[in-house]
């Protein structure tokens, strides 16, 4: 399902348990929530629609695995954002600029905390950079947007 949220175009998956809303915003649209700017990238945003969240397509080594157990999220806490009914992809992060592209997506794990996922694609596997509690504008951000979709 396609449909538009202010500026933004946003894809729904229909086959549960992976029913995601992914949003491809302007920058402008959450610039004042967060401290990043963002591109829209429907390419990401499609090859995330047919994301499968199976352990084997994450791609976790020590380094990430210990970055987000000091934000007090497990793995399988990450992976399980993926298998709940919304969560929101913003798009390529433009600003602060990497020499890899990197993507964040807003919304909840199984305990129900509100995250934010910086991640990239490495082949067809996620590579969770960074799963932190969302700051108070990307909350914000987050809600709004899942209330204008009910």
């Known amino acids: 399902m396609v449909s538009n949220l202010g500026n933004s175009a946003s894809v729904q998956k229909e086959r549960p348990p992976f029913a995601a809303l992914l949003l491809n915003?302007?920058?402008?649209?959450?610039?004042?929530?967060?401290?990043?700017?963002?591109?829209?990238?429907?390419?990401?945003?499609?090859?995330?629609?047919?994301?499968?969240?199976?352990?084997?397509?994450?791609?976790?080594?020590?380094?990430?695995?210990?970055?987000?157990?000091?934000?007090?999220?497990?793995?399988?806490?990450?992976?399980?954002?993926?298998?709940?009914?919304?969560?929101?992809?913003?798009?390529r992060i433009i600003e602060p600029a990497h020499t890899e592209w990197r993507g964040l997506i807003l919304g909840q794990g199984d305990r129900g905390r509100a995250v934010t996922l910086i991640f990239p694609r490495r082949g067809e596997k996620l590579r969770p950079i960074s799963c932190r509690p969302m700051r108070e504008g990307e909350r914000r951000f987050y809600e709004a947007s899942i209330q204008a979709k009910e």
């Open 25 to 91: 915003v302007n920058s402008y649209d959450i610039a004042i929530a967060c401290d990043v700017k963002f591109s829209p990238d429907l390419t990401a945003g499609l090859w995330l629609r047919d994301f499968v969240p199976d352990p084997e397509n994450f791609d976790w080594d020590d380094g990430n695995r210990h970055k987000n157990l000091k934000h007090g999220l497990s793995c399988k806490e990450v992976e399980s954002l993926f298998r709940q009914d919304h969560y929101i992809f913003t798009g």
